[in-house]
């Protein structure tokens, strides 16, 4: 079982940067069975991708309102995944959640962290 454990969340005006971490253990765990990704929950909205790394961060995927602006990243010897989140907009406002699944391309994740809230001011 994999336990994920985010941080780094918190306020920001129009334009800044913040950046999530998320630290993945587990009794059994080796993190390169697993692809990583992040999702965001706004209020009164569902759950939605933002970005997912492969197993080695071979290959990467981002949700189209991200893409130029947020970067994924991956380090398996500290068994961390990262979200560096610029140019962060109003409409990023979200709790954003670390996940894991074995399915790179799975829509949905299997394993959640308890999230991060990232608020953004306009």
């Known amino acids: 079982q994999v336990q994920l454990v985010e941080s780094g969340g918190g306020l920001v005006q129009t334009g800044g940067s913040l950046r999530l971490s998320c630290a993945a253990s587990?009794?059994?765990?080796?993190?390169?069975?697993?692809?990583l990704g992040w999702f965001r929950q706004a209020p009164g909205k569902e759950r939605e991708f933002v970005a997912a790394?492969?197993?080695?961060?071979?290959?990467?995927r981002y949700a189209d309102s991200v893409k130029g602006r947020f970067t994924i990243s991956r380090d398996n010897a500290k068994n961390t995944v990262g979200l560096q989140m610029n140019s962060l907009k109003p409409e990023d406002t979200a709790v954003y959640y670390c996940?894991?699944?074995?399915?790179?391309?799975?829509?949905?994740?299997?394993?959640w962290g308890q999230g991060t809230q990232v608020t953004v001011s306009s």
């Open positions: 996940a894991a699944d074995r399915d790179y391309l799975a829509q949905i994740y299997s394993t």
């Open positions: 587990g009794r059994t765990f080796s993190i390169y069975a697993y692809a």
């Open positions: 790394i492969s197993w080695f961060g071979s290959n990467t």
